[in-house]
């Protein structure tokens, strides 16, 4: 690996140097402190950046959201204290989604095969009715499918059925069945 042949130069950040600065400042002062600021204001301000938010959302403190332009939040989701969202590809959330504390929604690596060590990225679907537990990693490219309970401290890496419960590192079903499915309007 040669990190001084690193070219980042075909990655599109999908924004302007300046909204991406102003992004980081409201980002500082609205969703990284520790107290609580109001769900309703952190909703407004994600959504002036261009992200699609849905009604009844719920977004604790210190949520870290790197390119809100490429997140999409269903209706009725709860994002916990110490979420990560690493945005470098569309990020999508459905309906009756939880996202408990310190979990990392990482949708980008790298390439360690090549010398160049080149930037991967492939988006992140949670589908309606998924709960992603407590220290959850879930990596690139994964489609969680509704209804998946992914447990405390798991490494999803790939994608799951409907109604699947994944544990473990790497995250694997559990052998005990899956959550039963509920349908939500």
């Known amino acids: ?31 990284a402190p520790w107290f609580p600021v109001p769900s309703g204001i952190k909703v407004f301000l994600l959504r002036i950046f261009g992200a699609e938010v849905g009604r009844g959302v719920v977004i604790r403190s210190r949520v870290n959201i790197t390119f809100p332009w ?18 470098l590809a569309p990020v999508s959330l459905g309906d009756h989604v939880c ?8 949708t980008g690596s790298h390439d360690f095969r090549k010398e160049t060590f080149d930037l991967v990225t492939k988006p992140i679907t949670v589908g ?7 220290n959850v990693f879930v990596g690139p490219g994964v489609n969680l499918a509704n209804g998946t309970l992914c447990a405390a401290g798991a490494v999803v890496m790939r994608g799951s059925e409907q109604g699947q419960i994944l544990s473990g590192n790497p995250a694997m079903p559990r052998a ?10």
Not at 70 to 87: A, P, R, T, Y
């Open 70 to 87: 490429k997140l999409k939040i269903g209706d009725h989701v709860w994002i916990g204290d110490e979420v990560l969202i690493l945005s």
């Open 128 to 134: 309606d009715g998924c709960w992603v537990a407590a």
């Open 1 to 31: 690996m040669r990190l001084d042949l690193f070219d980042n130069a075909g990655f599109s950040r999908g924004a302007s140097s300046f909204k991406e600065a102003l992004w980081w400042l409201v980002r500082s002062c609205f969703f």
């Open 176 to 185: 005990s069945g899956s959550r039963a499915s509920v349908s939500r309007n």
């Open 99 to 106: 996202i408990s504390q310190r979990a990392f929604l990482c």
